[in-house]
């Protein structure tokens, strides 16, 4: 069977869903790979890379499965041949219509962004290897706007004190912001509603600040909603914090709702002039009061609230060749006989899980997955 690559068209979009490197791996997995022209330029990958590690180039939408990073628009669902597998990250929680377009066709679709969390599945997940990327990058962000040092200095010239960070949700990408701002040599501070992670912020060098409640423990790997009890005492906690810290990282989500507020206007005016927050939640809605997806914006005290949405796309060779790994892994699930033929076993929970549209009907959502 072929596998396509096209290019990514949706605005500002710099990612692709396979790199030179991946193509070889898809290869080896028995599949003949078209990819679009121009689909790597923006991750920095030649069409002269692609040729060289075995793709052709041509219309990549004709294949019998289309690897994508974003969801298609309707003239690409148009495009699908009949009985094709599409692969993406669809977000079918957000995007009902989406869903309902593609079951028109008859086509099978499997999102990238419904992988359970279960530990087989670690290789395929997405929003794990994303959010690592935007994690780091959102320190960075953060430090390039920030007008001082991280780390602490002793020089001739001064002493400098160290910034102090506080990162708000400690998963997957405020662990990575733990770890990048550690790095640069800041005080770091983090809060999560799930105890279990107070022991990998202190392996990385930062400080748990608990939120002494009572939290009904996750089945399957995600938060669920705080508790009032938790949301005043966290409060407390991010008032006392924004007085104290130079720069604010937030993360905090809650799968399939709005992102929830935790950083009030008083604390964002209670910051110093100068002090830096980064939203990651901002394309869910945001942790911050006055936070503005996609842009930069500077508060009347000073202070500059970035909501970027496109933090991943960032490291744009970086996000595809992760992107284009778990493609990979994905890829092998499928693939079980290394002939280049996909079969779906929809017996199994992660393939039944990312399973969205089955050969033209709704499939999702899936019946709920328990933890291994
Ligand atoms: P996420 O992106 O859904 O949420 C980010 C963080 O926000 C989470 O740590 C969550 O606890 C936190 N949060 C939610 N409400 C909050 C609130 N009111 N205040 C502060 N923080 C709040 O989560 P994620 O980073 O994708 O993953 C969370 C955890 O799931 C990981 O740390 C990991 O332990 C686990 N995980 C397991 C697998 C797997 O087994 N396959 C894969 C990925 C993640």
Do not use: C
Not at 331 to 336: A, F, H, I, N
Request: aromatic share 4%.
């Amino acid at each position: 069977q072929t596998l396509g690559v096209p290019a990514e068209s949706a605005p500002g979009e710099t990612r692709v869903a396979a790199t030179p490197e991946t193509v070889r791996r898809l290869i080896a997995l028995g599949y003949e790979v078209v990819v679009e022209t121009g689909a790597g330029t923006a991750s920095g990958f030649t069409d002269d890379a692609y040729t060289a590690a075995g793709a052709r180039l041509g219309d990549a939408w004709t294949s019998d499965v289309v690897l994508k990073v974003n969801a298609p628009a309707g003239h690409e669902i148009e495009r699908l041949a009949d009985g094709a597998t599409l692969v993406g990250l669809l977000a079918p929680a957000f995007n009902p219509d989406l869903v309902d377009a593609l079951a028109a066709r008859p086509v099978t679709a499997l999102s990238m962004d419904a992988v359970p969390r279960i530990s087989r599945a670690q290789s395929l997940d997405v929003l794990s290897s994303m959010a690592n990327i935007a994690g780091y990058r959102a320190v960075i962000e953060a430090a390039h706007v920030f007008g001082r040092f991280f780390a602490g200095q002793v020089t001739a010239a001064g002493k400098v004190p160290p910034a102090k960070v506080l990162v708000a949700g400690a998963g997957v990408a405020g662990l990575a912001a733990i770890g990048a701002a550690g790095s640069l040599g800041a005080i770091v501070r983090a809060t999560d509603p799930r105890p279990e992670v107070a022991e990998q912020v202190r392996s990385l060098g930062g400080e748990f600040l608990a939120v002494e409640v009572a939290q009904e423990a996750s089945t399957d790997g995600y938060a669920r909603a705080t508790s009032e009890d938790y949301d005043r005492r966290a409060a407390q906690i991010y008032s006392e914090q924004a007085a104290d810290v130079d720069v604010i990282i937030t993360t905090a989500l809650i799968p399939g709702r709005p992102a929830p507020r935790l950083i009030t206007a008083e604390d964002v005016a209670a910051m110093r002039p100068g002090s830096v927050i980064v939203d990651m939640a901002a394309a869910q809605g945001g942790n911050v009061a006055g936070t503005v997806a996609g842009k930069a914006v500077v508060t009347g005290n000073g202070v500059t609230i970035i909501g970027y949405t496109d933090l991943p796309g960032r490291l744009p060779a970086q996000a595809s060749q992760l992107y284009g790994t778990n493609v990979v892994n994905l890829m092998k699930l499928l693939t079980p006989g290394k002939d280049g033929q996909l079969v779906l076993d929809l017996d199994d929970v992660v393939q039944r899980a990312m399973t969205v549209v089955h050969d033209g009907a709704k499939t999702w959502p899936p019946p709920p997955v328990q933890v291994s």
